[in-house]
Structures are given as C-alpha cells and as structure tokens.
C-alpha cells in the first residue's frame, strides 16, 4: 500500500498530525491541506480524500461538491456533525461515505479499504450530482420540493421515510449498514431500539408497492434497488 496516497482536508493540526503519523504508519502517503480553498486548489487527489466538513474558510459540503467535480476518487466525510441531513447532503454531493468523530483509525482504514474497493475501476456521475432530483425506475425523488413520485403517482411519506429513501437510493446497490442509517437518519445519539429501522424499511416497501426495492443483507443492513416498470 506504500504507493497509495491520501488527500487529508483538516483544520485541526493536533489531529492531522496524528492522524497522518498513524496513516503512514500503515504505508500510506498523506498530503495535508488546512482550508477548502486548498484542496480544491490541489491539482491532483491521490487515490483518496478524507475531507472534514468543518473548515474555517467554506463549507465542507460545498468542498466536497468540488472534488467530487474534479476528481474521481473515493471521498470519505470525517466529521463531528450529528445532523442526519448534513450526512444524506455530503453523501448526495458525493461523499462515498462518513465517519463521525471521535473513531477509531482501525475503523477509518477498514472505511477507506472499502470504498476503494467499492469504487475501484468507476468514475463518478456528474451529471446526477449537479442534478437535484433522482430517477431511480419506477421512482423520482424531488429533494427540493421533497416530493416522491412512484409511476408519476405522488407516494405519501413520512419524514424519516423521506429520509431513509433519500439515502438509500442516493447510492443504489450500496448495503448501508445498520448502524449508518441509524446514524444519519436520527441521529448518532440514538440508544432506541434498532427495531424502528426495520419498522421503516417495511412502510417504504408497503408504500413502495414491492419488496425489491429495499433488500436485506441479513445482519449487515440494507440497500435500494431501482424497479423498472412492468412490462
């Protein structure tokens, strides 16, 4: 892996340093910006970025927007933001997935490993990123009039069933695990039962008319999967 480079966009010196001196301690090569404005002054991405959302000088979403536009590499949001639509926004502007300090490096290396598998050898979709509104089949998710549409038939949700298919089918094929959608649809906070998520994928479903559309990876979590229409 010592060939592997990683682009690590963080404020906080304390924790670049540390954070580099552990990533090069696993063979990797970080470059380390400070602002936005720096990154997205980078002529080149490496093979990775770990982008924190909370910079002095722009917004991290609005950062992670411009690499996303600029490179085709895996983005990893490293952030403390507890609010679920910070999450669903960064993954939607194309963020490959999010880490909520504090974490442990094991679990950021076992992230980054993954997205690089997940994303090895695809380029991102641009086109989509700058467009608001997915069509997924059957479906057409409106982010900004909040609306779904099944068969251009208005389908009636809740808010966290608003926001569960918004995550879902921002990534299609993807299996978020349980602990994600936990995470970003409620909050990291969240000591309820794990109960209410299989509550809400099983309402999506009714309301969605079928069970293809969200599978089940038993023990691991969920993921979406666009359902063409009959023929």
């Known amino acids: 892996m010592s060939?592997?480079?990683?682009?690590?966009?963080?404020?906080?010196?304390?924790?670049?340093?540390?954070?580099t001196e552990g990533l090069q301690q696993y063979g990797w090569t970080v470059d380390h910006v400070s602002t936005g404005a720096a990154a997205l002054g980078?002529?080149?991405c490496g093979d990775i970025v770990l982008?924190?959302?909370?910079?002095?000088?722009?917004?991290?979403?609005?950062?992670?927007?411009?690499?996303?536009?600029?490179?085709?590499?895996p983005i990893i949001a490293v952030t403390a933001?507890?609010?679920?639509?910070?999450?669903?926004?960064?993954?939607r502007l194309g963020a490959d997935d999010y880490i909520v300090k504090p974490y442990r490096l094991?679990?950021?290396?076992?992230?980054?490993?993954?997205?690089?598998?997940?994303?090895?050898?695809?380029?991102?979709?641009?086109?989509?990123?700058?467009?608001?509104?997915?069509?997924?089949g059957?479906?057409?998710i409106d982010p900004d009039r909040r609306t779904v549409l099944l068969d251009g038939r208005p389908v009636p949700l809740t808010r966290k069933e608003y926001e569960l298919l918004v995550?879902?089918?921002?990534?299609?094929?993807?299996?978020?695990?349980?602990?994600?959608l936990l995470d970003a649809v409620?909050?990291?906070?969240?000591?309820?039962?794990?109960?209410?998520?299989?509550?809400?994928?099983?309402?999506?479903?009714?309301?969605?008319?079928s069970t293809e559309w969200i599978s089940t990876t038993r023990g691991v979590g969920f993921s979406f999967h666009p359902q063409p229409a009959p023929r």
Not at 3 to 19: G, I, N, P, R
Not at 81 to 91: A, F, I, P, Q, T
Not at 119 to 127: M, R, V
Request: hydrophobic share 45%; net charge neutral; aromatic share 2%.
């Open 51 to 73: 982008l924190d959302l909370n910079l002095p000088d722009m917004d991290g979403l609005e950062v992670c927007r411009g690499l996303r536009a600029a490179c085709a590499v």
């Open 42 to 44: 980078r002529r080149e």
């Open 81 to 91: 933001r507890s609010d679920e639509m910070d999450k669903v926004l960064g993954l």
């Open 138 to 140: 059957r479906l057409t």
């Open 106 to 136: 094991q679990e950021l290396l076992a992230r980054m490993a993954a997205v690089m598998r997940r994303t090895a050898g695809t380029q991102p979709p641009p086109a989509e990123a700058a467009d608001p509104v997915l069509v997924r």
């Open 167 to 180: 995550l879902l089918a921002g990534a299609p094929g993807r299996v978020f695990l349980r602990e994600q």
């Open 3 to 19: 060939h592997l480079k990683v682009l690590l966009v963080e404020d906080d010196v304390e924790v670049a340093d540390a954070l």
């Open 186 to 209: 409620w909050d990291q906070r969240w000591t309820g039962s794990s109960r209410t998520l299989d509550t809400h994928v099983a309402a999506l479903r009714r309301k969605l008319g």
